[in-house]
């Protein structure tokens, strides 16, 4: 199965300021996902990046890949309270057909206004 | 309004009891899940199917079932051989590749067993 190990586990910022959060995986990947859930809710989709991509912006969103160390990072600048929620990377694979499709334990990241 | 729903909210069942958790979606994507998530978890995959008429077991299948007789109805059934089946469960789908499309994801559920 896919599944990313996201880094921290939490983390604590004031708003205002950017929060940087990592997820290593283990296999080849055709994509990498990250996701938001805020409590209490499903997942959003954030952002999507393609192996042969290395930086991708969305908004107050950055991201990178490395796939020769197997890890991304997502970046949010100027960050507000409204962020406050939990972030979770998903690789996936380079393989059609089925995929056990999975998700790790996520980042928890708190703004305090 | 497109999207995936989930019923209801809140559930809550006795001790050996089945209870079924719906799932619709009016995406047209060929591919739906079914996770668990325990507090302060990441999301378990409990089933997964790609076509009307097949799924696959997931990481945690044991104690549940499901059908996908409808593209667009993925229900869930909790059955009483759930050891502990208290927990918020979400349903996703996503267009038919697996894993190389972003996946849409209900509200959840929030099943209480006593």
């Known amino acids: 199965s896919q599944q990313g190990e996201e880094d921290p586990q939490a983390l604590s910022i004031q708003e205002g300021e950017n929060a940087t959060m990592n997820c290593s995986y283990k296999?080849?990947?055709?994509?990498l996902q990250w996701y938001r859930q805020n409590s209490g809710r499903g997942l959003v989709h954030l952002i999507l990046i393609r192996s042969n991509e290395r930086e991708k912006h969305s908004g107050r969103l950055r991201v990178t890949l490395d796939t020769s160390k197997k890890s991304s990072s997502l970046l949010i600048t100027a960050s507000r309270a409204a962020d406050t929620a939990s972030y979770f990377c998903a690789p996936r694979g380079d393989s059609g057909g089925y995929q056990k499709v999975t998700f790790g334990i996520g980042t928890k990241l708190q703004v305090i206004p | 309004d497109g999207g995936i729903t989930q019923s209801p909210k809140y559930l809550f069942r006795k001790e050996g009891q089945n209870v079924t958790l719906s799932c619709e979606q009016n995406?047209?994507?060929?591919?739906m899940y079914w996770y668990r998530q325990d507090p302060g978890q990441g999301l378990r995959l409990i089933y997964y199917s790609q076509i009307v008429n097949d799924f696959q077991k997931g990481d945690i299948a044991e104690g549940y079932s499901v059908s996908r007789e409808k593209k667009e109805s993925f229900p869930l059934t909790v059955t009483s051989a759930q050891k502990n089946p208290t927990a918020f469960y979400l349903c996703?789908?996503?267009?038919?590749?697996?894993?190389?499309?972003?996946?849409?994801f209900g509200p959840g559920t929030r099943l209480t067993v006593t």
């Open positions: 996703a789908s996503s267009m038919w590749s697996m894993g190389q499309y972003e996946q849409y």
């Open positions: 296999t080849s990947i055709n994509n």
């Open positions: 995406l047209n994507h060929d591919a």
